[in-house]
C-alpha cells in the first residue's frame, strides 16, 4: 500500500517570502499522479497544484512550484512571495495511475502561518 | 472550473436518527464520486467510493450498512448515516472525479459537519 508522509505539521513563514513544504511518499509503482490541496479555515478543500509522475518537468502554478524528485520519492511545495490568503492546512495527495482506481492517499498535512 | 456542492453544511440530529448528506458535481458529470470523514485537526480518511449506477466500494472498518452511499445519477451521490450516535459526529466532505482525456481530478464539496446529540 502506499503511504504518504508529510514530517512538518507546522510552519511559519513572513509575508512575501518564500517556504517550502516537503512530502515524502513511499510505493513500488512507476505510474501516478501527485497532487497539493490546500484546506483554508472554511475546510473547503482546493488543489493548488498537481503533477504526472511521468514527466520530469516540475509542476507550476502561479506563485506555486513543485520540486519531484522521482528517484528519491520526494514531492515538496514551494510557496514564493506568501500572502495572508496562503495559511491554511496543506495536504500531499499520492494517486496511482493504475487499472481503475482512483482514489487519494493522503498525508497528515502540514498547518501553514503567514505573519506581517 | 469543476464546482461540488454538498448539502447540508450544517445538521444536527438526535442520537438514533439517520441523516443524509448529498453530494453534487454542479458543472461536469461524475461517474465516480469519493466519501472521505475529517476528524478535527487531522487528515481526511476515505470511507468509500461512490460509483454510478452499481454498488459503492467501502474501505477497510467502515459498515456497509451503516453508511449507505447511492450515487442515483452522474451528478449525485448521496451518504446516509443509519441510526447515528454521537461517535459518528464528525466532518463528512466528498470528491467527484472529473476526467477526461487531459486529466483526471478529485474536486471536493465543502464538506457537512455532523453532531449527534
Known amino acids: 500500500a502506499q503511504t504518504v508522509t508529510q514530517s512538518q505539521p507546522e510552519m511559519s513563514v513572513q509575508e512575501a517570502e518564500t517556504v517550502t513544504l516537503s512530502c515524502t511518499y513511499d510505493?513500488?509503482?512507476?505510474?501516478?499522479?501527485l497532487f497539493w490541496y490546500k484546506q483554508p479555515p472554511s475546510r473547503q478543500m482546493i488543489l493548488v497544484i498537481r503533477?504526472?509522475?511521468?514527466?520530469?518537468q516540475n509542476a507550476t502554478e502561479n506563485r506555486f512550484s513543485v520540486n519531484f524528485q522521482k528517484a528519491a520519492k520526494s514531492f515538496s511545495l514551494k510557496i514564493s512571495d506568501s500572502q495572508l490568503g496562503d495559511a491554511a492546512m496543506y495536504f500531499c495527495a499520492y494517486r496511482t495511475n493504475t487499472g481503475t482506481a482512483s482514489k487519494l492517499t493522503f498525508g497528515t498535512g502540514t498547518r501553514l502561518q503567514v505573519t506581517l | 472550473g469543476a464546482v461540488v456542492s454538498q448539502h447540508p453544511s450544517r445538521v444536527i440530529c438526535k442520537s438514533g436518527t439517520s441523516v443524509k448528506i448529498e453530494c453534487r458535481s454542479l458543472?461536469?458529470?461524475?461517474?465516480?464520486m469519493f466519501w472521505y470523514r475529517q476528524f478535527p485537526k487531522q487528515s481526511l480518511m476515505l470511507m468509500a467510493t461512490?460509483?454510478?449506477?452499481?454498488?459503492?466500494?467501502?474501505e477497510q472498518g467502515v459498515e456497509k450498512d451503516k453508511f449507505l452511499i447511492n450515487h442515483a445519477s452522474l451528478t449525485l451521490s448521496t451518504l446516509t448515516v443509519t441510526s447515528a450516535h454521537p461517535e459518528d459526529s464528525s466532518f463528512y466532505i466528498c470528491s467527484a472525479r472529473r476526467y477526461h482525456s487531459s486529466t483526471d481530478t478529485q474536486y471536493f464539496g465543502p464538506g457537512t459537519r455532523l453532531t449527534v446529540l
Open positions: 461512490s460509483n454510478e449506477g452499481s454498488k459503492a466500494t467501502y
Open positions: 510505493t513500488s509503482e512507476s505510474d501516478y499522479y
Open positions: 458543472d461536469f458529470q461524475a461517474t465516480t
Open positions: 503533477q504526472e509522475a511521468y514527466k520530469q
